[in-house]
């Protein structure tokens, strides 16, 4: 089993962010891991439940995912299967921050049967793959709702996005605020 956790700042109300946050039919707008998300929909049971595609340590699962926990705008957590016995288990927390936006943590529970994945720096290649990811989808989604939210925050002048979607690259010119572990001041990658 491989655990990620990290938090970020987004430049938006938490409600604006729980709103895209909570809808998996957008988490690939966001989330390159992901594609292909349904609508929620309830089960049986009135559970809600949606299914998706994702790309986890470059293998590609169909989950069947249903919602543990939709509390907004504060917090939204689901769990998924896939057909090869696959477990994905994701939760986002949201908390106001001072200057108007929103901290938000993400941790993911991932675990991949009949993989042998190796380890890295002490991290099974999953976590690494996976902090990675969730530092990309922090960047997207602050582009993602800068560009289609209104707040009573103006622009800062010259502020840019220098991140690369596809490598991930991170220049000098940008701040970085996500962190693996709370306990440990933040770090640019490599």
Sequence with gaps: ???AKMSGAIDA???IVYDLIADPARLQ???VTYEGGSPLHPDREGTPTFEIDRTLANRGIHLSCRVIAAEAPTLFAFTCTGSAGEIVQESFTLDPSA???TTI???AV???PGQDLGVIANQTYTQATEERSIEQAFARLNRLIGSSASTDRPAVPGETDTRSEDTG????EEPYTAHAKD???PSRPT
């Design 1 to 3: 089993m491989t655990n």
């Design 13 to 15: 109300p938490p409600d």
């Design 29 to 31: 707008e966001w989330d």
């Design 99 to 101: 200057d108007g936006g």
């Design 105 to 107: 943590v993400r941790e």
């Design 110 to 112: 991932y675990e991949l």
């Design 169 to 172: 690259t991170i220049s000098s």
């Design 183 to 185: 306990d440990q001041p």
